[in-house]
């Protein structure tokens, strides 16, 4: 961000197929995203001052990208676009063959090592999403994993406080016997 007056908030959108930049969630919610992956694709930003601005989360599937100006101030942006959260790697530096008489399945075979490669992550290449100080921990925005370890819960309970920063609270159960439960938090907003 190069300058910017007064009130200044954008909405950032983020989607595989051009059609998503003219929809309102974009191309998502994904459910079946967890942890690192955003599951939303739009983002707003309040921006308060100048410098690099980027998403917490990573954009699985990221071909298109749009900005709109929400507020009435003004912006000037520079250096705009992705950046990758894996290397670009070619497919015959990633060690495997694959050769037949059919140049189209050579060619599924190569997209397919691409594919594969995109997606991992390499370790430590990736931020925290639990941050804990001593003014208490900061859980930015996820999708819990399901686990086979949640099928003998009993019955429990669970109290904490939140304090949100943005967005809402959701608590969810999933369990064998059911679809999954939204059970309604008791939170205090400081």
């Not at 601005?53 to 954009?59: A, P, S, V």
């Not at 925290?128 to 429990?156: C, F, K, Q």
Request: net charge negative; with cysteine.
């Amino acid at each position: 961000m190069a300058r910017l007056t007064g009130q200044v908030q954008i909405e950032v959108k983020y989607t595989e197929a051009f059609d998503g930049l003219h929809q309102p969630f974009s191309d998502s919610p994904y459910p079946f995203s967890v942890a690192l992956s955003n599951t939303y694709r739009v983002e707003t930003f309040n921006i308060t001052k100048t410098g690099p601005i980027e998403g917490y989360f990573l954009q699985g599937g990221q071909r298109w990208q749009s900005i709109r100006l929400l507020t009435d101030g003004t912006i000037i942006l520079s250096d705009v676009g992705f950046r990758a959260a894996i290397p670009g790697t070619e497919p015959s530096a990633q060690g495997g063959s694959f050769e037949s008489d059919d140049d189209l399945l050579n060619g599924i075979w190569k997209l397919g090592a691409v594919a594969a490669n995109a997606a991992c992550v390499e370790k430590g290449t990736q931020k925290a999403i639990w941050n804990v100080s001593s003014d208490g921990t900061i859980v930015r925005g996820m999708r819990p994993a399901i686990s086979a370890n949640g099928t003998a819960l009993e019955a429990y309970t669970l109290q904490f406080d939140v304090k949100i920063e943005r967005g809402g609270m959701t608590w969810a159960v999933v369990s064998t016997s059911s679809a999954a439960i939204c059970i309604p938090a008791r939170y205090s907003i400081d």
